[in-house]
C-alpha cells in the first residue's frame, strides 16, 4: 500500500510525461543520452550557482560550485 500522498506525487509525474518527447529519447543512443543528461546536469549547476551568488556576492563561481556540490540531496 503507497501513502496517498506518494500516489498523487506520482500520477502527476506521469501526467507530465509528453509522448512525443518519450519516442524522441527512445531513438537517442546510449552515448547521446548520458550526453544529454550531462547537459541537464550543467544546467542545474549554472542555475544553482548564479543563485547561490546572488545570496553572497563574494563567492567566486568555483566556490559556489564546491558549495553546491557538498550540498546534501533533500529530494
Sequence with gaps: MLDPELKRMIAGAVAEVDPAQMEITRRL???????????MIQLCEQVGVYRLRLRQSGLSKAQALRILRQMPNTQ
Excluded at 543512443?29 to 547537459?39: H, K, L, M, N
Aim: proline content about 9%; overall charge positive; cysteine-free.
Design 29 to 39: 543512443t546510449p552515448a547521446q543520452r548520458f550526453r544529454q543528461g550531462i547537459s
